[in-house]
């Protein structure tokens, strides 16, 4: 009997395609050979034996080595703009810093899918904002890919103490057939606040898996952020908080309205490993049609983690009888000695006696409904304290709202 071998997927010449395009510099070539590397060696994700994947199949992922790379134009907005540079055109310190640090929070080893951003690297922006500083404004950054092919953005965030800085990020695409593997390190340094919110308006046909990793190594650094997903076939995000320094802090905010067959599928982790950290959770959707929620998250106190303060949350509403929302909150603790450990879950329709209430009140019962899935979904974005930033995203939300 003749074995059957598998054969195996070469993104070397693509890689090096992209790097000739791109005119590395030495960090990136590193980087993009390591990448690439790693993407012929590593398999596609597993969803019968990764819990992460088990609702989505990556087989039809549909990334090749003859996968052409998208176009994408890059916006960056905003009184605050100076603090963001493109890696291509970035010099002096900030080219240091981002040779520096990228690829050092989200490892290429983290899987296939994060190889393959690194190994077709065209995209990225470096946000860095010095100590002492405080940024008032949001700086905007806009994604937008036009034609079908896979997309790399890579977004840094890079801190210096006690600095404040606010990133409202938007995605959007064709309705053609488009893959992004976006990617977002954070490094804060001690006592800064990094706000980080993401829009996600993907065209109809965009698969999206992203990789999001906050690495609070210094003590009292605080992590804001917030994904909105308003489009796409498939949105699936990798989230995680690493809270390592005595007393750092973060919180993860979700909203999805989900149409038509689109799936919004988060995995989460809060990862405690220093003392006195703090973290809180909520992730909320609402869903139409035939689409589809899906949350899994983990919350681990380690040995060292004394003090910690966790909390997590997701909420669904079914809007139809063939919408669904899957959910799986899971607490890890190593330590007795904590403050809070607690998560929970709930998926249902819109509260009935609340439809009753106002329909009671000469209020039509498609205008009652909207009133109560926007009064829920806005919940969350009110925990967004940037009066600029939440404005932004409610008005996102409430065009989208108006479409349905």
């Not at 210094?218 to 489009?231: I, K, M, Q, S, Y």
């Not at 689409?291 to 003090?307: E, P």
């Not at 139809?320 to 249902?348: F, Q």
């Amino acid at each position: 009997m003749t074995a059957v071998v598998e054969q195996r997927l070469d993104f070397t010449t693509a890689s090096q395609a992209a790097g000739r395009e791109w005119n590395d510099a030495p960090w990136q070539a590193t980087l993009r050979a390591r990448g690439a590397k790693l993407a012929n060696e590593l398999d596609w994700p597993d969803s019968r034996a990764e819990r992460p994947w088990k609702y989505y199949d990556t087989t039809r992922i549909g990334l090749t080595p003859e996968s052409r790379l998208a176009d994408v134009g890059v916006t960056i907005a905003g009184d605050a703009a100076g603090y963001a540079q493109r890696f291509g055109e970035a010099k002096g310190v900030a080219a240091e810093t981002i040779a520096r640090h990228a690829g050092t929070v989200v490892l290429p080893e983290t899987d296939r899918l994060t190889a393959l951003h690194y190994a077709l690297l065209r995209d990225g922006v470096l946000v860095n904002v010095p100590a002492n500083v405080e940024v008032a404004e949001p700086i905007r950054l806009v994604r937008s890919v036009s034609k079908a092919g896979v997309s790399t953005p890579h977004t840094l965030i890079v801190t210096g103490a006690n600095s404040r800085v606010t990133v409202v990020q938007e995605y959007t695409s064709s309705d053609e057939a488009i893959v992004a593997l976006p990617v977002a390190e954070i490094l804060p340094g001690p006592g800064a606040e990094v706000s980080y919110y993401c829009i996600h308006s993907w065209g109809s046909r965009t698969k999206v898996f992203a990789h999001q990793r906050f690495l609070g190594a210094e003590h009292d650094a605080t992590f804001r952020n917030l994904h909105l997903v308003l489009g796409g076939e498939v949105v699936k995000g990798h989230l995680e908080s690493t809270l390592q320094g005595r007393g750092t802090a973060s919180e993860l905010l979700g909203v999805a309205y989900g149409t038509g067959e689109s799936q919004a599928d988060f995995y989460t982790l809060q990862d405690h490993i220093g003392p006195d950290t703090r973290s809180d959770l909520l992730y909320k959707s609402a869903l139409r049609d035939s689409s589809r929620a899906v949350y899994y998250g983990q919350t681990r106190v380690g040995l060292d983690a004394k003090n910690a303060d966790a909390n997590q949350e997701n909420r669904n509403l079914l809007l139809s009888k063939t919408a669904r929302a899957d959910s799986d909150p899971v607490l890890e603790i190593l330590t007795s000695n904590i403050i809070r450990a607690s998560h929970g879950a709930t998926a249902g329709p819109v509260d009935q006696e609340q439809l009753y209430y106002m329909q009671a009140r000469g209020i039509r019962h498609r205008d009652a409904e909207a009133m109560l899935v926007r009064a829920f979904l806005e919940a969350v974005l009110g925990r967004v304290p940037n009066e600029a930033a939440r404005e932004e995203l409610s008005a996102k939300l409430e065009a989208k709202l108006e479409q349905s």
